[in-house]
């Protein structure tokens, strides 16, 4: 008897149980599938033009975008009060200091109370999710009185998320949960039947309704989670509005689907993002050159020993590099370097001076006690003697007791020592260089034909990345390896400019071409190369645009290509937009 209620729980449960387990998969499959029906049955989204770009997050907000020629609005709501971000629509400079009145559906007008510079803050009633209010705003600030109207549309609860999909996992779970205990009810079943010798048709017949139940339940599943796909079948987008561009977290920046970026209005008062108007006109065609600073050759000079010696300091004081030095002060001293008879002859010639200069004195005493009797001519050639012997003996005592003094021929700093206490200098040779910091010059190289009357302006890029203005002082007539030399004055000096600099020099010349004149900030390069600038397109919206541009000057570009006609582009801040990520 046991070997047949074995035989018959064989031949019953098992075809049963594969029944159940075939069943339950197709469940699970109908539930997955289901949810991915949602993006509409029988459409091909590769066919399909995008129609919204989503940031990371997917949490709406409720924000209105209010322009004019002035002023540019982004309205954020927070359900008893608005944010009012106001900037100037072409600079993006925040609006400080302005009197906003703000109307919802026509309701009494409310006041503004500024939070922070150019955010502004509004009391109303709370709106109802779902409502779309009617918003006027009136400006009242120094750059002009304006009004700003538009729509404000708060979401549902339902505009957070794709809600179908979102419940698709917990039902999913609950399914297979229930689905499982039916597979053991079943189980224990057939295995009440098998022990009371159930026949097999019975046991199969009993699977079959609970396979046809379990099969309807989950039917009922994946209808529940599907959303309605009829609405999409045969469904023309043509005919659809495209709908805004989503936003998400409203505190993070992050780069779109399409390549824009999404900067919320309080991460662009920290970056300091100012805009401009791109206007296309004449633009002025710039040389850029090769240069070095140098010291100007009416406030440089280079200090050099005429006959040689043993260097040495004046008494204990030895020059200081950078230490200011006034014209005429002592700074070296050479000990001629010659034998002992070179000295030797060098002190009897200054005795001999010596002795013919007091000789010279007497006689010039005897002319002048003989007033009316010698001429006036003869004194004056007595009184020439007397000073020329003076200073041939001053400089023969001066080698013979001390050697020669180096002296500041001009009022400036010590730029260089090229030498050092006991080195023997020869005839010649440089030893200390003085340069006046407050004129320097620049010598650069034009290596294309150039001239002077051709030259606007000048500009001067210094390695720290500051700009500064050069005039221009000349041009040479003689090539110098093969090139032009141009000769260039400082108009300011700048920290940190030292004589030897390497320069980048834009020389502005008088011909014109057609472009949009942009500063170089807002220029910036891509990872591939590429040039690129930064379009503003709506309030919380940037788009990279590729350009193609020539120099300017050393802070200007100009665009020729790759922009349209009177966009907002970024000039301020966008090396900061190209690291959003």
Known sequence: ????????FRLSSQPVLRRWFAVLAMSAALLVVGGIAAAHEGHDHEEEPATAVLPPGNSTRAVAELTSELYEALIQSHGDHLDIYLDRFDTNEPVVGATLTLSVDEREAAASVEESPGQYRIDIEPVAAGAVVALTLIVSAPAGEDLLGGTLEIPTADDSGDGSMASVPWLLIVALLGGALLVWLAWRAVRARAARGTD??????????????????AASLAALVAPPSAAHEGHDHAEEAAPAVAVGDSSRPARLA???????????????????????????????????????????????TLQGGRVAGIGDAWPVLGARVKRGQPLLRLTPSGSGGERAATAA??????????????????????????????????????RSLVA?????????????????????????????PGVVASPGETLLTIIDPARLSI????????????????????????????????VGMQL??????????????????NVGTPVVVFLELAEQREGVSLPLESLVRTAQGDRVVFEKVSAERFMPRTVRVRPISADRVAVLDGLASDVRIVTSGAALLSQIR
């Open 1 to 8: 008897m046991s070997d047949l209620v074995h035989h018959s």
């Open 200 to 217: 097999g048709y019975a046991a199969s017949i009993s699977g079959r309704v609970s396979s046809m139940l379990l099969a309807g339940v």
């Open 258 to 304: 399409d390549g824009s970026l999404f900067v919320p209005k309080a991460t662009q008062r920290i970056l300091a993002l100012r805009t401009q108007r791109a206007s296309n006109g004449a633009t002025s065609v710039a040389m850029r050159l090769a240069g070095e600073i140098v010291g100007d050759p009416r406030a440089s000079a280079s200090l050099q």
């Open 349 to 386: 010639d200054a005795a001999r001076v010596t002795a013919e200069l007091a000789q010279a004195r007497v006689e010039l005493a005897r002319l002048e006690g003989l007033p009316g009797i010698v001429s006036r001519a003869e004194v004056d050639a007595a009184r020439a003697n007397v």
């Open 392 to 420: 041939q003996r001053a400089a023969l005592t001066g080698t013979a007791r001390g050697g020669e003094v180096i002296a500041a021929p001009l009022d400036g700093v010590v730029a260089s020592i090229a030498t050092s």
């Open 443 to 474: 010598e650069a190289l034009a290596f294309q034909s150039l001239v002077s009357a051709d030259i606007v302006s000048a500009t001067v890029a210094l390695p720290t990345g500051k700009t500064v203005a050069a005039r221009v002082v000349g």
């Open 480 to 497: 110098q390896g093969g090139a032009i030399p141009v000769r260039l004055n400082l108009a300011e000096i700048a920290a940190g400019i």
